[in-house]
Every structure is written in structure tokens, then in C-alpha cells.
């Protein structure tokens, strides 16, 4: 039996149906929910959810709680300092490693939900981005079925979706871009324990901080769809316009719109538009600028190996914040799906799935041998498990190889490992 009843009236042990009011009112991604976590219960009485529905048949009945356990709900309360309090936890200094967690679904398996998942998040956004092309405002709610379905795939398998993306051909630059950037948020700050509201945060701004490439006076086909190819003084002028055009919408949140204009700032003051410089360039904004600094390497015009891409933002240490970077590499791995490397027996592989305990010794699918000089069947190879058979000794130069396209060369060896693992 469905019950509507008010913030106050909640317990622990109820069943979630469903929460009243704006997506950006509460601080959950589940619609539906067992709550059994005080810490959930009191970010929900101080939230501005207008009520709650919830199933008596699957949870506790407000008439059977106890009404004299309600913690009453201060109205007068700053705002201000529930949104400072909200962000207080987000690391800037340098912190302990955090552990990553072990996958729920072994990451074979998530492929086939992420591949649904990423061509549904596909359409969205561009239908999105011609909207936006076309003058039309974007609401929040209309991007939350591709935040909640990107959150899912990586809270069942840290890795898979980005993983996926890496190794997709097919997918148009400026959408895919805006979808991996956004899962590298949702993934990054996930590790650094987010608030799950920041979490949310971190992801829509991944999603749409280059919404204002649509809005650009040129047309991009003569690039193929990457503003990165065009003048900087033009490719410059997406971050402003796209800051300004969502801010006209009214339901995005203030700190994704700060982000949105503020990615491209770096640590010295080089970047841009407002050559922003050390503290004056916000957490989530120094996390946005290596997220889309690493995805613009490995899938724009340089066409850097995500391997090589980690080294190349190491070597920035004046552009990017160093204990935000180091969380990064925690958070996608020192090798990330889709590097080519070369074994110390002589054999290149590509990575296809990481380790939760040791970020610098991946699964590897192996692909060419470079004694004999030519391809292998190839076998699938747990690096952290083979007991030092193996190792990886760097990354791999596939120059001058009889072999396909990287690209397609990434889809058809993530294909192969995944059909070996099921």
C-alpha cells in the first residue's frame, strides 16, 4: 500500500517509492529505496523534498513508527552553510590512498549493460546538443536518465563503462567525449567519497560542460564534429557560452554551472576564460580539468594510448592538482583499459579489465608476438594472479605492425576477452 507522508515522518526501515519534488531537491540517485542508513535518513529531513511516498508493504508503516524519535528540521537554517557542509569533504590536499572497491558484476558482463546503456546515452545527448544548437533550453531533468543509468554501470563495475567507451569505434567525437568525461567524473568522484549529491554533481557537469560547442558560429563539419580543431579563439568561447546558456535554464546547479565555466582554468593561470590560478579554481573544476584533459588526449587529434595519456598528465605538474591526480590514476588505473603494452615475454596485449588491489597490474588480452613478428591467438591474462609469469614492461609502439586500425583493433580484442570470460 502506497502512503504519502512528510520528511519529518520518516523512519529508518521504510520503503522509499517515491521522492516529491525537483530531481535536484534530494540528495539520492535511487527513486526507489530501503532505507536503512541514518546518515541517508537525516540528509533526507534536511533536504527540500516536498514529501515522500512510501510502500507499506515492503517497509515500515508511518503509523507504527515512533514519533517522538523525529529530529525537526531547523527552517532556519543558512543555506549557505548546507551547501558549504555539503562539499566540506572534498580533498584538495594530498590524502591516504583510498581502497577501490571490488566489482559487483565481473566486468564481461557489465560490457553488455554499459553498450545498452552508452547507445541510449548517446541519443539523449544528441538529441540535446541539437537543441541547444537550435536556441532551446535544457532542463535538468531531461540529462538524469543518462546520469542515473552511467551511475548504475559503475557502481556495479568501477571500470567497465569507460572501459567500454575507450574501445567503442562508432560513436560521434563531441557526444562521446561529453559521456566519458562524465563517467570519469562519476567514477573519480566516487573513489574520493563524495557526497552522493556531489557525486551527481560531478557527473551532470561532465555531461554538459561542452554544451556551448553547439552554440559556436561555425560549422563543424568541416572539422568532423571536433571544436578541438578549430582557432582557439573560436574553440576558446564554448566555455562562456555554454556557462551562459545553461544558467538561463534556472534548475542547473550553481556548481556545475561554475564548472562549466571553469574546466579549462589550470593551476599556473594559463587556461581560460578567466586565467584562474591555484585556490581561486574550485575542486570539482581542478577534478573536471584532468577528466577532460585525459579524454581529449586519448580521443582527440593526438590520439594519445590512455597509458600514455596518464604519463603525459604527470609530467603537467604545474597545470593539475597533484592529489587529485594521484586519486585519478587510483580511480582508472596506471595501465586503463584499452593501453597497449609490451610483456616481458615479448608479446604486446591490450588491458581489458583492472585490479581492484593493484592498479599497475591489469587483465591483459595479448594479441602479437614480437619475436616471430606476427599476430596470435592471443590469451587472456590476470597480471596480479599469474605469479610473476608475467609483467608488464612498458607501453607498446604498434608502428610499422601488420595490424588493423586501433581503433577497430581495441573493439575486436575487448570483444575476445569478453566471449572467453562469459
Not at 310 to 320: E, G, K, M, P
Not at 327 to 332: D, L, S, W
Not at 352 to 357: G, H, K, Q, R, Y
Request: glycine content about 6%.
Amino acid at each position: 500500500m502506497l502512503k504519502r507522508i512528510t520528511t519529518e515522518e520518516v523512519q529508518l526501515g521504510m520503503f522509499i517509492h517515491k521522492l516529491e519534488g525537483n530531481w535536484f531537491s534530494h540528495p539520492f540517485w535511487k527513486r526507489r529505496f530501503l532505507l536503512e542508513d541514518q546518515a541517508m535518513l537525516e540528509q533526507l529531513r534536511e533536504s527540500d523534498v516536498s514529501g515522500v511516498v512510501i510502500d507499506t508493504e515492503r517497509g515500515r508503516d508511518a503509523a507504527l513508527a515512533e514519533r517522538s524519535s523525529r529530529r525537526p528540521v531547523n527552517p532556519e537554517r543558512p543555506v549557505i552553510v548546507q551547501a558549504a557542509q555539503r562539499f566540506q569533504h572534498s580533498p584538495v590536499q594530498p590524502q591516504p590512498r583510498f581502497p577501490r572497491p571490488a566489482a559487483v558484476l565481473p566486468i564481461a558482463r557489465e560490457f553488455g549493460r554499459a553498450k545498452r546503456a552508452a547507445g541510449d546515452a548517446m541519443r539523449v545527448l544528441s538529441k540535446t546538443f541539437i537543441e541547444v544548437r537550435l536556441g532551446k533550453t535544457i532542463r535538468a531533468h531531461e540529462v538524469e536518465p543518462v546520469l542515473d543509468a552511467v551511475y548504475a554501470s559503475i557502481q556495479r563495475n568501477l571500470y567497465a563503462f569507460n572501459g567500454l567507451l575507450r574501445c567503442q569505434n562508432d560513436n560521434e567525437s563531441i557526444y562521446r567525449h561529453s559521456l566519458a568525461v562524465s563517467a570519469l567524473m562519476i567514477a573519480l568522484a566516487k573513489h574520493m567519497k563524495f557526497s552522493p549529491l556531489d557525486v551527481r554533481d560531478a557527473g551532470m557537469a561532465g555531461l554538459l560542460m561542452d554544451v556551448g560547442v553547439g552554440q559556436l558560429p561555425v560549422d563543424l563539419v568541416a572539422t568532423g564534429g571536433d571544436y578541438a580543431l578549430l582557432r582557439p579563439d573560436l574553440r576558446e568561447q564554448h566555455v562562456v557560452l555554454g556557462y551562459t546558456f545553461l544558467k538561463a535554464a534556472g534548475d542547473i546547479p550553481e556548481q556545475v554551472l561554475r564548472v562549466i565555466l571553469h574546466h579549462h582554468e589550470r593551476l599556473d593561470g594559463s587556461g581560460y576564460p578567466q586565467g584562474l590560478s591555484g585556490l581561486a579554481i574550485e575542486p570539482l573544476s581542478r577534478m573536471a580539468a584532468i577528466c577532460d584533459a585525459y579524454d581529449t588526449m586519448i580521443a582527440g587529434p593526438e590520439r594519445l594510448d590512455p597509458a600514455e595519456a596518464i604519463l603525459s598528465l604527470q609530467r603537467q605538474a604545474d597545470l593539475f592538482d597533484a592529489a587529485i591526480l594521484a586519486r585519478f590514476v587510483e580511480t582508472v588505473g596506471v595501465y586503463p583499459i584499452g593501453s597497449f603494452v609490451r610483456l616481458r615475454s615479448q608479446r604486446l596485449a591490450m588491458v581489458v579489465d583492472e585490479d581492484p588491489n593493484d592498479s599497475a597490474r591489469p587483465t591483459v588480452r595479448t594479441f602479437w608476438s614480437l619475436p616471430l613478428c606476427k599476430r596470435l591467438k592471443g590469451e587472456t591474462i590476470e597480471l596480479a594472479n599469474c605469479y610473476g609469469e608475467d609483467a608488464i614492461e612498458g607501453v607498446a609502439d604498434l608502428a610499422g605492425l601488420d595490424l588493423p586500425p586501433v581503433g577497430p583493433l581495441r573493439e575486436a580484442l575487448l570483444n575476445a576477452a569478453c566471449r572467453v570470460a562469459v
